[in-house]
């Protein structure tokens, strides 16, 4: 987890209006969660527990976050090689390119 994370600006002045606060949420809960290369492994219960909301509410604005390519999924596997089943490890897409002023 980060002591300080940051949401792309691109995300809040392009997407957030389709993908709703709730889904606005759990993008930043991901980003808060998630390493400096964007991966992040939270199950979907500490979602819900940690907004308040209902798992169902997770899952349905998780794939709003799909559809409009902000994350994608991978699945979790354990040390011994299998899959966890139901939960993913999830991947932030970089919206913000570095670009030079040169």
Do not use: H
């Not at 940051?6 to 389709?18: F, G, L, M, P």
């Not at 889904?23 to 939270?42: D, H, K, P, T, V």
């Not at 994608?72 to 932030?92: C, H, I, M, Q, T």
């Amino acid at each position: 987890m980060n002591d300080n994370f940051s949401v792309q600006n691109k995300v809040i002045d392009e997407y957030a209006e389709r993908i709703g606060p709730i889904g606005l949420a759990i993008y930043s809960l991901l980003c808060r969660y998630s390493g400096e290369e964007g991966y992040c492994f939270i199950p979907s219960k500490m979602i819900a527990r940690k907004l308040g909301i209902s798992q169902r509410s997770v899952f349905t604005y998780l794939k709003r976050l799909f559809e409009n390519d902000l994350i994608f999924k991978r699945d979790w596997k354990r040390p011994d090689g299998s899959v966890a089943n139901g939960e993913y490890v999830y991947v932030l897409r970089n919206l913000d390119p570095v670009t030079s002023n040169f």
